[in-house]
């Protein structure tokens, strides 16, 4: 859509249409609500003054990204966003020309500018190409912005940073004071003036350099964008992100600055509907639910496994005051609002800070506390390196939970929790074990309160698979246990809620199989293996988890130390590949997963083995 053209009054009923649809379609969907709503005003004025087919558009997260979608001829297929097949929730440079780069975690933008900015020097194309990056505030708690401000201060690429706040509160009369000066500081005036002084105070030696930059200073200083400048990148702002003529004006402004320059926008999280309205964080990101009363349209009468471990963690607290723990902006998604509240010294959420959340539990653990680290998956993958040097290599007893381990839907690749095992189990000192249903959630956090070394439990987004299998046994180190015992030569292995899936898929078949509840990847029960292995010679795993470094790579290293030759594994975890987004049982289908699917994959080597 070319919106060049367009004037103030056109461009405002853009993004009241912007808006209707984006509502329409999220209601219908679900998908992140309150921060792509109120970032429509500053999307629609960044199509206005650069150009997203050249100038690298980069969003942070980019889960605000929506009406940059429907801008870039994606508004016909907008209807699928999140579905399967359909168009991805986040920026996706395979689906358009004019998504610069895949994101889906925070905190890159300001890096992929850098590297953007770089290239377009090396490839002289100042003068035709900026970067022009997005980020929320709540993005600017994570270090790598900073890694990457403090190179931009010292080089001096041409760059736009749009810092889009949607939760400070700054005062009417500072907040009018720098509005009045954002414009003037961004104008050709001050820019002019502040070369001239430059030039100027170069002439009369170093007492009028130091009263200069102490005029300059004293005036910045009513701005909050001090820290920025003393980084050596200009800031402008704060502006109202809601005033389309105010932002279309300091974007032309800034863009004309050939510099790195910060303009600071301020949002209402979910504006232009009522209901979603402010910071709750509820609305950040949604399912389904009604435009008019803004109630969920569904919920699922099952408990989540994140309720469970919520549960599980409170009652561990209540009895032991060493109990501490924390998660990385995302205290409502992991369970931890109740004990962030009930015991605000002892919970933390340390904002989108994975590697300070794990590093600063180890030091607690060091000191003699039982730190339980609770994070997505997919974001302990942001803080590896601590988990190796901070915490496994003193060998200190921090729990990591794993939230939303498995395929989590419609979020998609970069959301996907697929790759913990295959990267936790290659670090010393690591115990991997995972919980099948509500009870063995329990007993598996009643061992991990308990134990005295690094260790790791997952647990899948939603609720677990639910089976009428053997109740769980107590946990106990490197122990599984054998749930179904039959003369049948098929042994399922089951890992986590893999338990559950194998069930499904045994009730497809029409013979009795024996299952393994494996309960821990690392170490194995290599006694309960070996006995197994005399007995049944076909071994089928089910883990939601890839397969390169996962349960079956674990077992045929197993089978391979013990020169055990006979036994056939089959591993049903995923396959070398990111993993799209959609409905889960969608998803699972396209992988060939679904329960029906596996058993006839079953039944199809079975009868290969016959001929053999």
Not at 247 to 264: F, R
Not at 594 to 612: S, Y
């Amino acid at each position: 859509m070319n919106i060049k053209s367009y004037n103030i009054k056109q461009l405002e009923t853009l993004c009241t249409d912007i808006r209707s649809e984006i509502l329409r379609v999220v209601s219908k969907n679900g998908g992140h609500l309150s921060s792509t709503l109120g970032a429509t005003e500053i999307i629609v004025a960044m199509h206005k003054v650069f150009d997203s087919a050249n100038d690298p558009f980069i969003f942070d997260v980019s889960h605000q990204a929506y009406a940059h979608k429907l801008l870039t001829e994606r508004w016909e297929k907008f209807d699928t966003l999140r579905q399967f097949g359909g168009i991805c929730g986040y920026t996706k440079p395979s689906e358009s020309a004019h998504d610069y780069f895949v994101a889906g975690h925070s905190s890159t933008s300001i890096s992929l500018g850098v590297g953007a900015a770089k290239a377009i020097a090396l490839k002289h194309e100042q003068n035709s190409r900026v970067p022009v990056c997005m980020i929320g505030d709540g993005s600017m708690t994570a270090g790598m912005v900073y890694e990457a401000l403090n190179e931009l201060g010292d080089r001096k690429y041409p760059m736009i940073i749009i810092l889009n706040d949607n939760e400070m509160s700054i005062s009417k009369p500072i907040g009018a004071i720098s509005r009045m000066l954002s414009s003037a500081m961004a104008g050709s005036f001050y820019q002019r003036f502040k070369r001239y002084t430059e030039s100027f105070v170069d002439n009369f030696g170093e007492g009028a350099h130091y009263l200069a930059k102490k005029m300059e200073e004293s005036l910045k200083l009513i701005t909050p964008g001090i820290m920025f400048e003393e980084m050596g990148i200009d800031y402008i702002g704060p502006i109202d992100g809601h005033n389309l003529e105010s932002l279309i004006e300091i974007l032309q402004k800034a863009k004309e600055l050939k510099k790195p320059v910060i303009v600071h926008v301020q949002t209402i999280k979910g504006k232009g509907y009522e209901i979603a309205e402010g910071k709750e964080e509820k609305w950040h990101g949604v399912g389904p639910f009604d435009l008019s009363s803004g109630s969920a349209s569904k919920k699922s009468s099952d408990k989540s496994a994140t309720q469970i471990y919520s549960e599980a963690l409170l009652h561990l607290a209540k009895n032991n005051e060493k109990i501490v723990g924390v998660t990385a902006a995302m205290p409502s998604g992991t369970g931890l609002t109740d004990l962030i509240k009930m015991y605000p010294t002892r919970f933390w959420d340390v904002a989108i800070a994975e590697q300070h959340a794990v590093t600063s539990m180890s030091a607690l653990a060091k000191e003699g506390f039982k730190p339980f680290c609770t994070i997505y998956s997919t974001f302990l993958q942001r803080g590896y390196d601590q988990v190796i040097h901070d915490t496994c290599l003193m060998d200190l007893p921090v729990v990591f939970a794993l939230d939303r381990a498995g395929i989590v839907g419609e979020d998609g690749e970069t959301h996907q929790g697929a790759f913990d095992i295959s990267f936790l189990r290659a670090i010393p000192n690591m115990t991997l074990f995972a919980p099948r249903d509500e009870k063995s959630f329990h007993q598996a956090m009643a061992f991990a309160a308990e134990y005295k070394h690094p260790c790791s439990l997952r647990y899948p987004r939603g609720s677990f698979t639910q089976t009428d299998l053997p109740e769980s046994n107590h946990f106990e180190l490197a122990k599984s246990q054998l749930l179904l015992a039959h003369e049948s030569d098929i042994l399922f292995i089951g890992y986590g809620n893999g338990v559950g899936r194998a069930h499904e898929t045994m009730l497809h078949l029409d013979k009795s199989v024996n299952l393994l509840d494996l309960r821990f990847v690392k170490p194995l029960d290599e006694e309960m293996l070996r006995a197994l292995s005399k007995k049944h010679k076909q071994w089928f795993i089910f883990s939601d988890s890839a397969k390169m470094g996962g349960v079956g790579s674990a077992l045929l290293e197993f089978l391979a130390k013990e020169k055990i030759l006979d036994v056939q594994v089959v591993s049903f975890e995923y396959e070398d590949a990111f993993i799209t987004h959609g409905n889960t049982r969608q998803v699972e289908k396209s992988l060939g997963l679904l329960p029906e699917q596996l058993a006839e994959k079953i039944k199809a080597l079975q009868e290969t083995h016959k001929k053999a």
